[in-house]
């Protein structure tokens, strides 16, 4: 199929023709095919828009380390910090703080992280882990990262109902309903 998008001549025509190759392939479960045709889309807004889904769908299917390479073929910073902080949310989920907090650290704006920092702390102390939680917190320099985690606490505290297996980053509920 890939082969056939040559014969196309328009530009824009040619990125959403491999665009749509790659997505199927995403969709069809080949992460590394649509990886491999993802990095073939001349348009680099459209690549890394496909980049982005593809490291996104490697991390939930539990391939974090391969989802981590991938983000380095993400060239816009906005969308790398998108993907790192599903993943970091992702790693936190499946209880791995360390390496959530790892890949936190790799975001590349201060307020992106903060929110990816936010998120983990809400999600350990929903599991239960706020000293834990409270611990790394505490060696955070930036006021901006420190005071976003420690919302995050309180937020895990207020909905401390536990997160379904499944949920993604924006359907983690952090105030409790029931209260407001």
């Known amino acids: ?13 040619q990125t959403a023709a491999m665009e749509a190759i790659a997505v199927g392939q995403l969709d069809a ?14 348009a680099e807004i459209n690549r890394s828009r496909v980049v982005m889904h593809i490291a ?12 981590i390479e991938t983000v380095k073929d993400i060239d816009d910073p ?3 910090n998108m993907v790192l902080h599903d993943i970091a949310f ?8 360390p390496g959530a907090l790892a890949t936190a650290r790799g975001i590349g704006s201060e307020l ?8 983990i702390a809400a999600v350990q102390t929903q599991r239960g882990k706020m000293e834990q939680a409270r611990c790394w917190i505490n060696t955070l320099t930036s006021p901006i990262e420190k005071s976003s985690a420690l919302l995050g606490v309180a937020h895990g ?15 983690l509920h952090l105030v409790n309903p029931s209260r407001d």
Do not use: C, W
């Open 90 to 97: 992702t790693r936190a989920k499946d209880g791995d703080s």
């Open 1 to 13: 199929m890939i082969r056939y998008t040559s014969r196309i001549v328009d530009a824009t025509d």
């Open 157 to 171: 505290l207020l909905d401390n109902g536990g997160i379904p297996p499944d949920a993604s980053y924006e359907q």
């Open 112 to 119: 992106a992280r903060a929110r990816a920092y936010r998120t």
């Open 56 to 67: 996104i769908a490697q991390a939930r299917s539990g391939n974090v380390k391969d989802a």
């Open 29 to 42: 479960g080949d992460q590394t095919g649509a990886l491999h045709t993802a990095k073939l889309i001349p």
């Open 78 to 80: 906005l969308r790398r």
